[in-house]
């Protein structure tokens, strides 16, 4: 229970970040060379395809993922519906779910014209990987054939649902990529020293991650084996190998440093393979790719790198480039060693369509975050979300004075000290956040707050328990051994919002949708909230972050 309160509460921290990476992300559009705004390219899959983890810093998430150079250079309607953590048979179940509000997420599917899918990889993730890889050195693929025995189940089920709804688009399907390689973190330090006293070299547990991703990717080619022309590949597996083998250092760079995820260098490679696909099918030209990646990426260094050492050469490298991955290589060769500046400076090209009059809407009991209900936990006065007339928002959540005092009980007695934040911030914080370390606390925080607008509040730093908990982080990453949590505390997010009213291209059902955050002009939000009003009558907006099980729901005095 308490490490679950812990995780609701990163969850929000996370999720409101996200939330609002639009601010930072929408400077520099990329130039329209091509008209493809008619074309809807949906994404859909897992966390590799979310970008939530992997794209750095966090507020370049269209920037870095995949999704969103394939999106922005192609000028597609483009949208990301994909969840993190999402299993192949858990992908089928919310494919196949019905619309639920402004997301329309069915008829989405249904009226795509390209879909793309990143999916599997969790089947075998999700179970003891480490364990798999010491059982198949020994011949024993038991725990492996069984997986990828219900993942086939499940991803024949999915497919030939989506080619039942929209038999016209075009699908598109990536391979899952092998992330064995020496210094990953996928694999546990016991299996790797137990294979190697059985005699395998790095290479060879390379070779056997190989050997289980064949299996595993076997579902997808025998998809396309008994469905012929029903899929497109897109081989991620072959590209990644082909770059591990020529340079290991760089194939190594392919990966965010959790071993699991695709580093920014590694979504410009899987964006770079489905942008071959575009060219082939004739949405645009190799020059307009070229083109178009070099505006990302030149007005990338301008903004998260601007005054560093060599930046005007890097930007002089990437101009004379006269290939994607030249570009790519200009890019990341300079990058690489580099730490970039966050960047929230509001920009006047983007329109924020807001309410006329400020709008507030308390956050209802309903409210859940990972099942537990933070709704009934919260203070009723102080949590909503207020929107105000010059298209600025607030979303914040206060924990209630009764709340604190439970957890405060459950806590008593108990020896945090050996929770040990370090880790976490080291291989995500500090990569979602440049500049982040539990070193600055307070430092750390304002960096959040300068930058995306996100805040604790009540935590006064002139507080008892504060104060230990600052002194105990600093001093070695970890909790202090009891905590006082002050009263009033809480999460906060302020950013921008803009109101759209969007149509149901298969009933005609308009709807009001509010996206957290300013979305691209032919993209949308990472938050895209519904306005309506529930069975009293009483306005009220709602929304669902997928992947953290959270389900907000506000409803106006």
């Known amino acids: 229970m308490r490490a679950k309160i812990f995780v609701v509460v990163i969850s929000l921290v996370l999720c409101l970040t996200v939330g609002g990476i639009a601010v930072a992300s929408e400077m520099g559009l990329v130039g329209k060379q091509v008209d493809n705004t008619d074309v809807v390219f949906s994404v859909w899959g897992d966390s590799i395809a979310e970008a939530v983890l992997g794209a750095s810093p966090i507020g370049e998430r269209d920037g870095f993922g995949y999704y969103g150079l394939v999106?922005?250079?192609?000028?597609?309607?483009?949208?990301?519906?994909?969840?993190?953590?999402?299993?192949?048979?858990?992908?089928?179940?919310?494919?196949?779910?019905?619309?639920?509000?402004?997301?329309?997420?069915?008829?989405?599917?249904?009226?795509?014209?390209?879909?793309?899918?990143?999916?599997?990889?969790?089947?075998?993730?999700?179970?003891?990987?480490?364990?798999?890889?010491?059982d198949y050195a020994d011949g024993i693929t038991t725990d492996l054939d069984a997986n990828v025995a219900i993942?086939?189940?499940?991803f024949y089920k999915a497919f030939d649902y989506i080619r039942s709804i929209n038999p016209d688009a075009k699908i598109m399907v990536q391979t899952v990529y092998n992330p064995m390689f020496v210094g990953s973190a996928i694999l546990q330090q016991s299996a790797s020293?137990?294979?190697?006293?059985?005699?395998?070299?790095?290479?060879?547990?390379?070779?056997?991650?190989?050997?289980?991703?064949?299996?595993?990717?076997?579902?997808?080619?025998?998809?396309l084996a008994d469905n012929p022309d029903s899929i497109t590949v897109i081989d991620v597996r072959k590209a990644f190998d082909a770059i591990y083998n020529e340079d290991n250092h760089r194939g190594a760079e392919?990966?965010?440093?959790?071993?699991?995820?695709?580093?920014?260098?590694?979504?410009?490679?899987?964006?770079?393979?489905?942008?071959?696909?575009?060219?082939?099918?004739?949405?645009?030209?190799?020059?307009?790719?070229?083109?178009?990646?070099?505006?990302?990426?030149?007005?990338?260094?301008k903004r998260l790198y601007d005054g560093q050492d060599g930046?005007?050469?890097?930007?002089?490298?990437?101009?004379k480039q006269d290939t994607y991955d030249g570009?790519?290589?200009?890019?990341?060769?300079?990058?690489?060693?580099?730490?970039?500046?966050?960047?929230?400076k509001a920009t006047e090209d983007n329109p924020y369509v807001a309410f006329e009059e400020t709008k507030r809407y308390y956050i209802d009991e309903t409210t859940t975050v990972l099942g537990l209900p933070v709704g009934v936990i919260a203070n009723k006065s102080k949590s909503y979300m207020e929107f105000y007339d010059d298209g600025t928002m607030k979303l914040?959540?206060?924990?209630?004075?009764?709340?604190?005092?439970?957890?405060?009980?459950?806590?008593?007695?108990?020896?945090?000290?050996?929770?040990?934040?370090?880790?976490?911030?080291?291989?995500?914080?500090?990569?979602?956040?440049?500049?982040?370390?539990?070193?600055?606390?307070?430092?750390?925080?304002?960096?959040?707050?300068d930058n995306l607008g996100l805040s604790f509040v009540g935590l006064d730093p002139e507080h008892e328990g504060v104060q230990a908990l600052i002194t105990s982080l600093e001093k070695d990453g970890k909790l202090p051994s009891t905590l006082t949590i002050p009263q009033g505390l809480g999460v906060k997010y302020e950013g921008r919002y803009t109101l759209r009213e969007v149509t149901n291209p298969l009933t005609g059902e308009k709807m009001q949708a509010i996206h957290m955050g300013a979305p691209y002009e032919n993209g949308d939000g990472f938050v895209i909230m519904t306005l309506t009003e529930n069975e009293d009558g009483k306005e009220m907006v709602y929304f669902n972050v997928d992947f953290i099980q959270m389900k907000v729901v506000a409803v106006a005095k």
């Open 71 to 134: 999106g922005r250079i192609a000028n597609f309607e483009f949208h990301n519906r994909s969840v993190s953590g999402h299993l192949t048979g858990q992908f089928y179940d919310y494919v196949s779910a019905p619309d639920d509000g402004a997301r329309m997420n069915n008829t989405l599917l249904k009226t795509s014209d390209i879909i793309a899918v990143s999916i599997l990889g969790n089947d075998l993730l999700q179970n003891d990987v480490s364990q798999m890889v010491v």
């Open 151 to 154: 993942a086939k189940e499940d």
């Open 193 to 223: 020293d137990t294979l190697h006293a059985k005699g395998y070299t790095d290479a060879q547990i390379r070779e056997i991650g190989g050997y289980m991703l064949d299996a595993l990717n076997g579902v997808v080619f025998s998809y």
């Open 254 to 301: 392919l990966f965010y440093n959790d071993g699991v995820h695709p580093s920014n260098e590694g979504h410009a490679v899987i964006a770079g393979l489905y942008l071959e696909e575009m060219v082939k099918l004739g949405y645009l030209e190799t020059e307009d790719v070229v083109r178009g990646y070099k505006n990302i990426r030149v007005d990338q260094i």
């Open 311 to 319: 930046a005007k050469d890097a930007i002089k490298d990437i101009k």
């Open 327 to 344: 570009v790519t290589n200009a890019f990341f060769r300079y990058a690489e060693d580099k730490t970039a500046v966050l960047d929230k």
């Open 396 to 449: 914040q959540i206060i924990v209630s004075d009764g709340a604190l005092g439970m957890v405060g009980g459950l806590l008593e007695g108990t020896d945090l000290s050996t929770v040990d934040i370090s880790p976490i911030v080291s291989k995500y914080a500090v990569e979602l956040f440049p500049g982040f370390t539990t070193d600055k606390v307070m430092y750390s925080l304002g960096l959040l707050e």
